[in-house]
Structure formats: structure tokens, C-alpha cells
């Protein structure tokens, strides 16, 4: 009796996304997640890391999110300080972190809000879903300080179909979705009688909606190619978008006016790729 097998045979070898980042830069901050990732913040030029505090962020701005698997780099345990000089090549990568209520007003430094608004206490660990976008290093060096040398320098490629595309402050974003080899795989089944994988999404900036000085005009499912350097995009979030998000719109039903849900702000850093040049595929 003939069966069929599972899964048909790959006729052609598969072929990945290209995703390739490196950087030289300042450790900042490092903290640790339950997961047992290590997190370090890199400042890639002269911002300082008081992030949180500065509402006019620049065009560019110079800092990314080092992810240490395990705290470690290719399952090697490493040493690694703030204020050391590290050079870095690896990968972006996406990764889903759970902020709670109690995290948020902390990050605002207003953990004692709850005591003037007791109705936030019911709520404090609600939880709001956020997608933060990494490097992941293949390879990380310290290197000795030297007076006068400045620590700035990046470059990033990477290559992908295009999911999202938006607009905010004068420049044009596209959220990418790269199947690179890194990417994790699914058991459902994909094309060709490959395993499905799951993309790492990037967000790709266009200052000033140009690249190499001409309009960009991408839209969802475009294939493109693009390089340029590490760069982040910063946002800011209230009390109230948060409690929308994280569906507790009733507990602002029982706040009276005055109650700070529009007074109580943070900042978010999101890496992402400024690109300056471009390769927009066309279809077949």
C-alpha cells in the first residue's frame, strides 16, 4: 500500500533573507528578564540615557537594545560592564515582553500614583503586549578606551516583504517582515514541502520619506533590499493609551477629572534600520 509521505521532498535548497548588523558603541544600562536573557542598552554616538526624559528626540537617534541569549553570546558566557566599549556583529530579532501596570508607572516613576488613585489598584497587573526589536550578536568584543576616539559606527542590511507601511513626523516607515536563517520554525507545514518559519519584523526608517535622495513608494507585500545604519525610533506613551491597551477601559470610567491619565507619560525606544540605499524588487 502507497503512502503519502508528510512533508514532499525540497526540490530547490532553501534560501534565506539576508539580516546582518554591526556596531561599535557605549554600554549604558543592563538588566536581566525572567526568560534568563540578559539586556544591555548601547549608546551609538553622543545621546545620553536619560531617554525618558528627553520629549524632541532627534531624526536619528543612537541607541539599540543588545538581547543576550541566557546571557550569553554563541553559549558562551561572557563578562560584560557598563561603560565598557563593545563591537558587535549579529542579527536584529524581535522579541514579545509583557509590561504591567506596575512596570509602566515605574518606568514613569510614579509607583506612588496607586496610593493617590486607589481605583489603579485593582489593575496594577494588568498587562499590555509590546514587540521589541533586538540585536542578537554572533560575536561581542571589549575593546580599551581611547581618549578622543569616538565609539559611533554602525551598519545594517537586511532584505524582506514589506507588511506595513506608515507615516510619522515628515518620514516614511515599513515594518519588514525577514526570513532569515535564524528565523524559528513552526510544525505546520510551508512551500515546497518546507517547515513554516516564523519572520523576525524590522522597522525600516526613510527620513524624510527619500533614500539616496529620491521618493520612496513601497507598499505591503514589496520585496526590498536595503542597508544603511542602526538607528531608533522613540515613542511615548500616557496612562490612559495604556489602560485602553490593555483593555481596562472601565477603570477610566471611574477616574474623576484631574486623575493624571492624560499627565502620566513614558518613553519607548524601538531599534530599527535608517536605511540609505535601496533595491525595491519588481514582480515576476
Given amino acids: 500500500m502507497l503512502t503519502t509521505p508528510t512533508a514532499l521532498p525540497a526540490t ?5 533573507d539576508g539580516n546582518h548588523v554591526e556596531f561599535t558603541g557605549l ?3 543592563i538588566w536581566a528578564r ?4 540578559v539586556f544591555a542598552r548601547i549608546a551609538i554616538g553622543e545621546t545620553p540615557d536619560d531617554e525618558e526624559d528627553n520629549p524632541e528626540p532627534r531624526a536619528i537617534d543612537a541607541r539599540l537594545t543588545l538581547r543576550l541569549p541566557n546571557g550569553q553570546v554563541n553559549g558562551q558566557d561572557i563578562s560584560l560592564l557598563k561603560g565598557d566599549i563593545v563591537h558587535a556583529t549579529g542579527y536584529l530579532s524581535d522579541t514579545t515582553q509583557w509590561e504591567t501596570l506596575r512596570d509602566f508607572l515605574l518606568k514613569a516613576r510614579q509607583a506612588g500614583l496607586v496610593e493617590r488613585i486607589p481605583e489603579l489598584a ?5 498587562q499590555v503586549k509590546r514587540m ?4 542578537i550578536p554572533d560575536t561581542l568584543d571589549i575593546l580599551a578606551a581611547k581618549s578622543g576616539i569616538s565609539p559611533a559606527q554602525s551598519l545594517a542590511r537586511l ?3 514589506v507588511a506595513r507601511v506608515w507615516e510619522y513626523g515628515g518620514h516614511l516607515f515599513a515594518r519588514v517582515a525577514v526570513y532569515d536563517s535564524h528565523t524559528q520554525t513552526t510544525a505546520s507545514p510551508g512551500n515546497n ?6 519572520p523576525h519584523y524590522v522597522t525600516v526608517q526613510f527620513l524624510h520619506e527619500q533614500v539616496d535622495g529620491r521618493g520612496v513608494n513601497i507598499k505591503p507585500k514589496d520585496r526590498i533590499r536595503v542597508s544603511g545604519i542602526l538607528g531608533s525610533r522613540v515613542y511615548s506613551e500616557n496612562l490612559r493609551s495604556f489602560l485602553l491597551s490593555a483593555h481596562k477601559a472601565d477603570v ?6 484631574g486623575q493624571a491619565p492624560d499627565d502620566v507619560w513614558t518613553a519607548y525606544v524601538q531599534t530599527c534600520l535608517v536605511a540609505q540605499k535601496m533595491i525595491q524588487y519588481t514582480k515576476r
Fill in 12 to 16: 530547490t535548497p532553501e534560501r534565506f
Fill in 193 to 198: 514541502g518546507r517547515q513554516r518559519r516564523v
Fill in 132 to 135: 521589541v526589536t533586538c540585536v
Fill in 159 to 161: 532584505e524582506g516583504v
Fill in 27 to 29: 554600554v549604558t544600562k
Fill in 252 to 257: 477610566l470610567a471611574t477616574l474623576s477629572d
Fill in 122 to 126: 485593582p489593575v496594577m497587573d494588568a
Fill in 34 to 37: 525572567s526568560s534568563g536573557d
